[in-house]
């Protein structure tokens, strides 16, 4: 079973890519679809908060919401109740594309499970989860998302 890590550490590199090519034209990365995401749900979320939600550490939410800032999709504030704490809003552009980045993750989706029967996405869908719930308990991420 120790091909496991390959095949899923493979798919998310093609899965970069695929996301990469297909948002470029909006100005974004293959990576920064769980940004646009996450802020675009939780207007106002903290830095900390948005990192622990996304199993990313704190310098590099740093650097991809300084580069998202840079290209106008979010705004970064200082609490108003705690100073220290920064918040992360999304823009008008960042609305504008979220639609888009549904719209591309579903296209993924749907191609990668075409040829399974509805019952095998049922089940892969529940076993990946199990995956990946002992993934973030072996990791410690779930102490950390939970802080």
Same mark, same amino acid.
């Given at each position: 079973m120790e091909a496991l890590m390959r095949f899923v550490?493979?798919?998310?590199?093609?899965?970069?890519?695929?996301?990469?090519?297909?948002?470029?034209?909006?100005?974004?990365?293959?990576?920064?679809?769980?940004? +646009?995401? $996450? +802020?675009?749900?939780?207007?106002? +979320?903290?830095?900390?908060?948005?990192?622990?939600? +996304?199993?990313? $550490?704190?310098?590099?939410?740093?650097?991809?919401?300084?580069?998202?800032?840079? %290209?106008?999709?979010?705004?970064?504030?200082?609490?108003?109740?705690?100073?220290?704490?920064?918040?992360?809003?999304?823009?008008?552009?960042?609305?504008?594309?979220?639609?888009?980045v549904r719209e591309v993750l579903s296209e993924w %989706?749907?191609?990668?499970?075409?040829?399974?029967t509805p019952e095998e996405r049922k089940l892969l869908?529940?076993?990946?989860?199990?995956?990946?719930?002992?993934?973030?308990?072996?990791?410690?991420?779930?102490?950390?998302?939970?802080?």
């Amino acid at each position: 079973m120790e091909a496991l890590m390959r095949f899923v550490d493979r798919t998310t590199r093609c899965a970069v890519i695929y996301r990469s090519e297909k948002l470029e034209a909006e100005g974004l990365n293959g990576c920064q679809h769980t940004y +646009i995401l $996450n +802020i675009c749900r939780e207007p106002g +979320i903290s830095q900390e908060r948005l990192a622990s939600r +996304i199993y990313v $550490n704190r310098s590099s939410v740093t650097r991809q919401l300084a580069l998202l800032e840079q %290209n106008g999709f979010v705004e970064r504030r200082p609490s108003e109740s705690d100073k220290r704490v920064m918040e992360v809003f999304p823009t008008q552009k960042a609305f504008d594309v979220y639609p888009r980045v549904r719209e591309v993750l579903s296209e993924w %989706n749907t191609a990668l499970l075409e040829q399974f029967t509805p019952e095998e996405r049922k089940l892969l869908s529940t076993m990946m989860e199990r995956v990946m719930v002992k993934a973030v308990e072996m990791s410690g991420a779930d102490k950390v998302a939970n802080a």
